[in-house]
């Protein structure tokens, strides 16, 4: 599982918008996901002309979902390898 490979895994298809950036089916926190995949390909540009991203995360119940990177929590911070800064 490479989270930032080009290519979407097969189960972001089914993947929904989350608010608050937890899992909407049982509220675990995107650091307890089973996998991650972020859409780097496709940033958009947000009012202060900073880039986010879409992150997908498959949780340990079953539940996909993404939320974007700029609403993701400062206490969750992903490993990022290649990160952009
Ligand atoms: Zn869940």
């Known amino acids: 599982m490479d989270a930032f490979s080009a290519q ?3 189960w972001t298809e089914k993947a929904t918008h989350a608010r608050g950036f937890q899992c909407p089916t049982c ?6 996901a089973v996998a991650v995949w972020l859409n780097r390909r496709s ?3 947000t009012e202060l002309g900073r880039r986010k991203w879409q992150e ?3 949780c340990r119940c079953g539940c996909v979902w993404w939320g974007w990177s700029d609403e993701r929590p400062p ?3 992903l490993r990022r ?3 952009p800064e």
């Open 43 to 45: 940033p958009v540009l």
């Open 8 to 10: 979407p895994p097969t």
């Open 56 to 58: 997908f995360y498959q």
């Open 27 to 32: 509220t675990a926190e995107s650091v307890e």
């Open 75 to 77: 206490k969750e911070p």
């Open 81 to 83: 390898p290649n990160a």
